[in-house]
């Protein structure tokens, strides 16, 4: 650990990395900030819609995106912008997730209990005990839905993969462009050992 905190302190020492990484990261903030997760629909829909959800139950969020949708898009009951198929497929798996978790744990109950194929101390009798277990734990969460505003855009978008491309070719770069100016390339080359 010491010598990874050790290389991400000389990494961020040299200033033209730390220029580059910082400039990344303010353009790809800037392309997050203009983003919208639904093409032809307002900003002002969106947190109206986040507003109204606060205090609604997880069955009554896809009647508010149509009613807010109406609200502020024309002709929206009609042709639905609002839910786009993404929100509505988020929000199903929000509203199936109890019967979810609970197939997986009568998967796993089912699995174990077939006597005659799983032995009692085989990798897989402990792992169907494992899932079980787990899924237990989970059992009870009631998961909610809200917009994914600017996190979809992170996660998503081809900006952002380029950005962390550049990224970590500037960081490998300047690494290796530190031993070398440092004339210690031919002290750390790669051994049999590691570094």
């Known amino acids: 650990m010491k010598i990874f905190l050790y290389e991400l302190y000389k990494?961020?020492?040299?200033?033209?990395?730390?220029?580059?990484?910082?400039?990344?990261?303010?353009?790809?903030?800037?392309?997050?900030?203009?983003?919208?997760?639904?093409?032809?629909?307002p900003d002002k829909a969106l947190i109206e819609?986040?507003?109204?959800?606060?205090?609604a139950d997880e069955a009554d969020k896809r009647l508010i995106m149509l009613t807010t949708g109406s609200d502020f898009i024309p002709g929206n009951m009609l042709n639905p912008i609002l839910p786009s198929a993404d929100?509505?497929?988020?929000?199903?798996?929000?509203?199936?997730?109890?019967?979810?978790?609970?197939?997986?744990?009568?998967?796993?109950?089912?699995?174990?209990?077939?006597?005659?194929?799983?032995?009692?101390n085989s990798f897989s009798y402990r792992n169907n005990l494992a899932a079980m277990e787990a899924f237990e734990a989970v059992r009870d969460v009631k998961p909610s839905y809200y917009l994914p505003y600017s996190t979809d855009f992170f996660?998503?978008?081809?900006?952002?993969?380029?950005?962390?491309?550049?990224?970590v070719l500037t960081a490998a770069a300047g690494s290796v462009w530190n031993d070398k100016l440092r004339g210690v390339t031919a002290l750390i080359h790669t051994a049999k050992e590691g570094r």
Do not use: W
């Open 49 to 55: 819609m986040n507003r109204r959800f606060e205090s």
């Open 87 to 120: 929100m509505e497929q988020d929000l199903s798996r929000v509203l199936n997730y109890t019967e979810k978790i609970e197939g997986i744990i009568d998967a796993a109950e089912k699995h174990s209990n077939l006597s005659a194929f799983v032995k009692k």
């Open 11 to 41: 990494l961020f020492k040299n200033k033209a990395v730390t220029t580059v990484f910082l400039l990344l990261f303010a353009v790809n903030t800037v392309f997050a900030c203009l983003y919208a997760p639904v093409e032809g629909v």
């Open 155 to 167: 996660i998503k978008s081809n900006i952002t993969d380029i950005m962390m491309f550049f990224i």
